[in-house]
Nanobody
Framework: QVQLVESGGGLVQAGGSLRLSCAAS????????MGWFRQAPGKEREFVAT??????YYAESVKGRFTVSRDNAKNTMYLQMNSLKPEDTAVYYC??????????????????WGQGTQVTVSS
């Protein structure tokens, strides 16, 4: 079992920045690929970013603005979000994937999820 807790969400103006954190506890954090997803009201959960085998991958909509990183010593993953836009408004979730190879953009690939943190970007 892995327990995940997100923090760092809030209200920010367009063009601003936020840094989300995902604190993990339970089994060995470093053994898991980690990802960020988001879900806006009335929409499906969508892939944002992932970090696996030391490489990072991003959705086209956030590429160049968001940066995902992890600190295995602190059992924590981060999402630095810059140049935020109103369309980034959503609940952001972190997730853990314990498989070696999987479709990182598919939420079904992830076994464990946090409770989510709200990000609201005002225009």
């Amino acid at each position: 079992q892995v327990q995940l807790v997100e923090s760092g969400g809030g209200l920010v103006q367009a063009g601003g920045s936020l840094r989300l954190s995902c604190a993990a506890s339970g089994r060995t954090f470093s053994a898991y690929h980690m990802g960020w997803f988001r879900q806006a009201p009335g929409k499906e959960r969508e892939f944002v970013a992932t970090i696996r085998w030391g490489s990072t991958y991003y959705a086209e909509s956030v590429k160049g603005r968001f940066t995902v990183s992890r600190d295995n010593a602190k059992n924590t993953m981060y999402l630095q979000m810059n140049s935020l836009k109103p369309e980034d408004t959503a609940v952001y979730y972190c997730a853990a994937d314990g498989r070696t190879y999987s479709d990182y953009g598919d939420p079904r690939s992830y076994e464990y999820w946090g409770q989510g943190t709200q990000v609201t970007v005002s225009s």
